[in-house]
C-alpha cells in the first residue's frame, strides 16, 4: 500500500470530524458572518491556531463573495483549495546527497523510532546510510538505535553513555565522507524548548556539520508528535530560533483526529511537513504530499 492508501486510512479520525462538524455547520448556517465564525471557531478546535485559522476564513470568504456562490460543495472545494495553497506554498525540495539530516525535539515524541523508519526510507531510495547516536544522555539511548539500526541493516555511529553528542557527530561525518555514504541521520535526546543550556547544546552540534562537512545538504527537521495541538507551534518557534529548522517530521499521524497546527507551522513559520509516520512499522514513514494530506482529512 503506497502513501495515499496509508495516509487516507492513519487520517479516518480526521476526515470523519472535520467532515461531521461541517456537515453541521452547513446545516444550521446559511453563508454570512456567524457561517464563518463558526467556521474559524471549528478549524481552532482542530489544533489550527487563532492566526491561521483567521487567515483561512478571510481567504475563503473572500473568494466566496467573488465567485457569488453559496453551496456546501462549493465552499468545501474552497477551503481544500486554500489549505492545500497553504501547505505548498512552504513546501521545500527532496534532500541532495550527500546529506545529513539532524532530528530535534521533546522528550517522548518518537525521534530514535523516526531515525530507524528514515534510515528504511532512504534505503528504498537506493541510498546508503549511517546513523548516529547523538542521545548520549537517556540510559540505552544507544542500544535502542542500535536495534534499528539493526533492523534497517545501517551503520551506527555511537560512543559511550555521556559522551559529548557533538564528538560523536563528528566521527559519524568524518566516517561518512570517507566512506562517502549518502545520508547520515542523527539521533538526539529529547529536550525541553525552554531550557537553554540543552538548545546551545545543539547549536554546537549544528556547528560541527556546518563546519565539518560544508558540501552535504544538511536539514534540522522537528520531530513533532501529531496529538501535540496547538503547542506545536510554540515549540518548532523556539527550536527554529536555537538551530534554524527546515522542516518537520510529523509522528502518530495515525493517532489524531486532528493535526491542524502543521497549517499554522506552514503559513506562520513557513516550515514544511517533510516526512509523516502512518503507523507502527518500520516502513511506515514517507515524503509528506500537501495535496494527499489535504484531500485525506477534507
Same mark, same amino acid.
Given at each position: 500500500?503506497?502513501? +495515499?492508501?496509508?495516509?487516507?486510512?492513519?487520517?479516518?479520525?480526521?476526515?470523519?470530524?472535520?467532515?461531521?462538524?461541517?456537515?453541521?455547520?452547513?446545516?444550521?448556517?446559511?453563508?454570512?458572518?456567524?457561517?464563518?465564525?463558526?467556521?474559524?471557531?471549528?478549524?481552532?478546535?482542530?489544533?489550527?491556531?487563532?492566526?491561521?485559522?483567521?487567515?483561512?476564513?478571510?481567504?475563503?470568504?473572500?473568494?466566496?463573495?467573488?465567485?457569488?456562490?453559496?453551496?456546501?460543495?462549493?465552499?468545501?472545494?474552497?477551503?481544500?483549495?486554500?489549505?492545500?495553497?497553504?501547505?505548498?506554498?512552504?513546501?521545500?525540495?527532496?534532500?541532495?546527497?550527500?546529506?545529513?539530516?539532524?532530528?530535534?525535539?521533546?522528550?517522548?515524541?518518537?525521534?530514535?523510532?523516526?531515525?530507524?523508519?528514515?534510515?528504511?526510507?532512504?534505503?528504498?531510495?537506493?541510498?546508503?546510510?549511517?546513523?548516529?547516536?547523538?542521545?548520549?544522555?537517556?540510559?540505552?539511548?544507544?542500544?535502542? #538505535?542500535?536495534?534499528?539500526?539493526?533492523?534497517?541493516?545501517?551503520?551506527?555511529?555511537?560512543?559511550?553513555?555521556?559522551?559529548?553528542?557533538?564528538?560523536?557527530?563528528?566521527?559519524?561525518?568524518?566516517?561518512?565522507?570517507?566512506?562517502?555514504?549518502?545520508?547520515?541521520?542523527?539521533?538526539?535526546?529529547?529536550?525541553?524548548?525552554?531550557?537553554?543550556? #540543552?538548545?546551545?547544546?545543539?547549536?554546537?552540534?549544528?556547528r560541527v556539520v556546518t563546519?565539518?562537512?560544508?558540501?552535504?545538504?544538511?536539514?534540522?527537521?522537528?520531530?513533532?508528535?501529531?496529538?501535540?495541538?496547538?503547542?506545536?507551534?510554540?515549540?518548532?518557534?523556539? +527550536?527554529d530560533e536555537a538551530v534554524e529548522?527546515?522542516?518537520?517530521? #510529523?509522528?502518530?499521524?495515525?493517532?489524531?483526529?486532528?493535526?491542524? +497546527?502543521? +497549517?499554522?507551522?506552514?503559513?506562520?513559520?513557513?516550515?514544511?511537513?517533510?516526512?509523516?509516520?502512518?503507523?507502527?512499522?518500520?516502513?511506515?514513514?514517507?515524503?509528506?504530499?500537501?495535496?494527499?494530506?489535504?484531500?485525506?482529512? #477534507?
Amino acid at each position: 500500500m503506497g502513501i +495515499f492508501g496509508k495516509l487516507f486510512g492513519a487520517l479516518k479520525k480526521t476526515k470523519d470530524n472535520l467532515s461531521e462538524k461541517l456537515r453541521v455547520l452547513f446545516s444550521k448556517n446559511k453563508l454570512g458572518n456567524e457561517f464563518y465564525e463558526e467556521l474559524e471557531e471549528l478549524l481552532i478546535s482542530s489544533d489550527v491556531s487563532v492566526t491561521t485559522a483567521a487567515e483561512v476564513v478571510d481567504r475563503v470568504k473572500a473568494k466566496a463573495i467573488e465567485g457569488k456562490l453559496r453551496d456546501e460543495s462549493y465552499v468545501t472545494e474552497l477551503l481544500r483549495g486554500i489549505l492545500i495553497d497553504i501547505l505548498e506554498e512552504s513546501e521545500v525540495e527532496p534532500p541532495a546527497y550527500p546529506c545529513v539530516i539532524m532530528l530535534v525535539g521533546v522528550n517522548g515524541v518518537g525521534k530514535t523510532t523516526t531515525v530507524g523508519k528514515l534510515a528504511k526510507y532512504f534505503l528504498s531510495q537506493g541510498k546508503t546510510v549511517t546513523v548516529a547516536a547523538a542521545d548520549t544522555f537517556r540510559a540505552a539511548a544507544s542500544e535502542q #538505535l542500535a536495534v534499528w539500526a539493526d533492523r534497517a541493516k545501517v551503520r551506527i555511529v555511537k560512543h559511550e553513555e555521556g559522551s559529548d553528542p557533538s564528538a560523536v557527530i563528528f566521527d559519524a561525518v568524518s566516517s561518512a565522507k570517507a566512506k562517502k555514504t549518502d545520508v547520515v541521520i542523527v539521533d538526539t535526546a529529547g529536550r525541553l524548548h525552554v531550557k537553554e543550556n #540543552l538548545m546551545n547544546e545543539l547549536r554546537k552540534m549544528d556547528r560541527v556539520v556546518t563546519r565539518e562537512y560544508p558540501e552535504a545538504d544538511f536539514l534540522k527537521l522537528l520531530v513533532l508528535d501529531a496529538t501535540t495541538g496547538q503547542n506545536a507551534v510554540s515549540q518548532a518557534r523556539v +527550536f527554529d530560533e536555537a538551530v534554524e529548522l527546515d522542516g518537520i517530521v #510529523l509522528t502518530k499521524l495515525d493517532g489524531t483526529a486532528k493535526g491542524g +497546527f502543521i +497549517f499554522s507551522l506552514a503559513s506562520e513559520l513557513s516550515l514544511p511537513v517533510l516526512f509523516a509516520g502512518v503507523g507502527e512499522k518500520i516502513d511506515d514513514l514517507e515524503f509528506f504530499n500537501s495535496r494527499e494530506f489535504v484531500e485525506a482529512i #477534507l
